[in-house]
């Protein structure tokens, strides 16, 4: 019965936000009610695709819909914090795509004010809830490897899009694109060597093929150290093709190598695999559902979905979404100054 389900908004009907919509009408405790579009070709086509939400070009108008419960925001970084400020001071939950903000002060002002309203926030760090992703944690958990001593994220890619007019760009919408997709990939470092402590440090090493716009580095590359004595690599290309992201753990007991390719980051037919060191043999570890952003994503809204009906935990809360910027601008920082830089951990 949809009387039963979640009624979501969603704020940003591009590329990205067209998939959320996606995600949220397939949902079996989720329904899309309302929508709010950049613009009136994208609100007709809102309308034509879903013509039993209301539609508006109007963000705040949707956040004045009773019916709403909870408003997934897809839209450029730059208008995150005004845009979820607006969802939270309207007593909505809120799910928010990554990043959380581009500064620390517009993160901790979301989280000041979730709190305040009694309101989940969850960021949109949608890699937790991957089949394959999320077994090397649970195999991390069990014990597997041992003690996490050392994990690399590798992500080898196609150009980013450009985004609406070009947001993606332009350096002061943006942020930067350590906090585009490298984000991801902190968030799964941090996560998958949570038990050798919180990171601490960062350093950081970045270059452009881009003479247009030197600022926006097409490779970039991280040593991040955690409390513990254990230590993440995180680095990234886009001056390569199709997509291709690989995750290795290594631990004092054994080590995992995840590792992803597509035609492109949204394809739903990707070749993936986990393999498994025990310390004496390597196995294949079964993946049997699809693992992808696209599948992800579907999840995603099921879980904030169920978080809201039931109280189950957030696959990502405020806090985590914080920390993935925090790492994100010490590694920014420290390209800046050309030596580590200190994360800021609240």
């Known amino acids: 019965m949809d009387d039963n389900k979640v009624a979501y908004g969603l704020i940003g009907?591009?590329?990205?936000?067209?998939?959320?919509?996606?995600?949220?009408?397939?949902?079996?405790?989720?329904?899309?009610?309302?929508?709010?579009?950049?613009?009136?070709?994208?609100?007709?086509?809102?309308?034509?695709?879903?013509?039993?939400?209301?539609?508006?070009?109007?963000?705040?108008?949707?956040?004045?819909?009773?019916?709403?419960?909870?408003?997934?925001?897809?839209?450029?970084?730059?208008?995150?914090?005004?845009?979820?400020?607006?969802?939270?001071?309207?007593?909505?939950?809120?799910?928010?795509?990554?990043?959380?903000?581009v500064s620390l002060g517009e993160c901790d002002s979301m989280i000041d004010l979730a709190k305040e309203r009694d309101r989940l926030l969850c960021v949109g760090h949608e890699l937790r809830l991957s089949s394959m992703w999320g077994k090397a944690k649970e195999m991390i958990e069990d014990g597997f490897i041992g003690t996490p001593q050392y994990c690399l994220v590798e992500l080898s890619r196609n150009p980013y899009r450009q985004g609406a007019d070009g947001w993606r760009y332009d350096i002061h919408r943006v942020g930067n694109w350590i906090l585009e997709e490298p984000i991801h990939f902190f968030d799964l470092a941090r996560w998958y060597l949570a038990s050798a402590g919180e990171p601490k440090s960062v350093y950081a090493t970045a270059n452009s093929r881009q003479p247009d716009h030197p600022e926006l580095q097409?490779?970039?590359?991280?040593?991040?150290?955690?409390?513990?004595?254990?230590?993440?690599?995180?680095?990234?290309?886009?001056?390569?093709?199709?997509?291709?992201?690989?995750?290795?753990?290594?631990?004092?007991?054994?080590?995992?190598?995840?590792?992803w390719s597509g035609a492109m980051d949204r394809t739903r037919h990707p070749t993936f695999s986990l393999r498994a060191f025990d310390g004496n043999e390597v196995t294949t570890i079964p993946i049997e559902k699809p693992t992808g952003e696209l599948f992800e994503l579907e999840d995603q809204i099921v879980r904030v979905a169920d978080a809201i009906q039931n109280g189950t935990a957030l696959h990502c809360t405020a806090e985590d979404g914080r920390w993935s910027v925090?790492?994100?601008?010490?590694?920014?920082?420290?390209?800046?100054?050309?030596?580590?830089?200190e994360i800021d951990r609240r």
């Open 13 to 101: 009907f591009g590329a990205w936000g067209k998939h959320h919509a996606d995600a949220i009408a397939k949902a079996d405790n989720a329904k899309l009610v309302a929508i709010a579009a950049r613009s009136d070709a994208s609100a007709a086509a809102a309308r034509e695709m879903y013509p039993d939400a209301f539609v508006t070009t109007d963000y705040r108008e949707l956040l004045s819909r009773g019916e709403v419960t909870v408003v997934d925001v897809v839209v450029p970084s730059y208008l995150h914090h005004e845009v979820a400020t607006a969802v939270l001071s309207a007593g909505k939950h809120l799910l928010l795509e990554k990043p959380m903000g």
């Open 218 to 259: 097409d490779n970039f590359s991280a040593i991040m150290h955690l409390d513990g004595g254990a230590y993440a690599v995180v680095t990234q290309t886009l001056s390569a093709f199709e997509h291709h992201q690989t995750a290795k753990i290594t631990g004092t007991k054994g080590a995992l190598w995840a590792s």
């Open 326 to 341: 925090a790492m994100c601008l010490a590694a920014t920082e420290s390209i800046r100054i050309g030596a580590a830089a």
